[in-house]
């Protein structure tokens, strides 16, 4: 357990709304990603952060943006909410040892 | 570039049967291997790894060998349980990448039947 939490865990929003998600973890990791997981596309890389006010754009970014003001929370923006957004959103943490990757339960969206 | 292959499930096995689930990648260098299992409603989790050829990851009577020769990381289990019911992905991170991004397979799901 990486100490990982995501909120909300779901959430149903209209199309052109905002929304932020939120990751949260405990134990002062440097690296932090969001991912959405989509049928038969797997998990994608939304962006990542190496570090408080350092991020970068993943394979999927667009409509999204991310802010990390503190090592231990990284917050996931959708400016103005889309149907295609409709997803599972997994915030992940790189562990010490090999690089490894740790997920948080995940926040199902949805956006009607 | 860095890509990941599974195999297309879903597979649905007997208790007690054998399980293969067939992984291949596409990398540049030396990447690190990955198999992460995925439990219905959950995140996925760490279920094992290799960091260099010939390495042998296991866990939980799961295993994989890290093939270069082959670019390869097949997973093993000598005899399911309906527990091991999940989907499974394979992933890869990239040598020496700043940010660390890593490439996932599509996943596959198995169903293991009493």
């Known amino acids: 357990d990486a100490g990982i939490t995501q909120s909300p865990r779901h959430k149903v929003t209209e199309t052109g709304t905002p929304v932020t998600l939120r990751c949260h973890q405990t134990e002062n990791h440097r690296y932090m990603y969001w991912y959405r997981q989509d049928p038969g596309h797997g998990l994608r890389l939304i962006h990542y952060s190496y570090g408080v006010k350092d991020t970068d754009k993943g394979e999927v970014s667009d409509g999204y943006s991310v802010s990390r003001s503190k090592t231990e929370d990284f917050l996931l923006t959708l400016e103005s909410a889309t149907s295609s957004q409709t997803s599972v959103y997994f915030c992940a943490i790189r562990g010490r040892a090999d690089y490894e990757q740790y997920f948080g339960p995940g926040t199902r969206l949805t956006v009607t | 570039g860095n890509s990941v292959t599974q195999m297309e499930g879903p597979v649905t096995l007997s208790e007690e049967a054998f399980l293969t689930i067939n992984c291949t990648y596409t990398?540049?260098?030396?990447?690190?291997l990955f198999w992460y299992v995925q439990y219905p409603g959950e995140g996925l989790q760490l279920l094992l790894k290799a960091t260099k050829a010939d390495d042998k990851g296991s866990n939980k009577g799961f295993e994989a060998t890290y093939r270069k020769e082959t670019t390869s990381f097949h997973l093993e289990k000598g005899s399911v349980q309906v527990s091991d019911s999940a989907v499974y992905f394979c992933?890869?991170?990239?040598?020496?990448?700043?940010?660390?991004?890593?490439?996932f397979g599509t996943g596959t799901s198995l169903t293991v039947i009493p």
């Open positions: 990398a540049t260098g030396y990447p690190s």
């Open positions: 992933a890869l991170s990239p040598p020496s990448i700043s940010g660390n991004q890593f490439y």
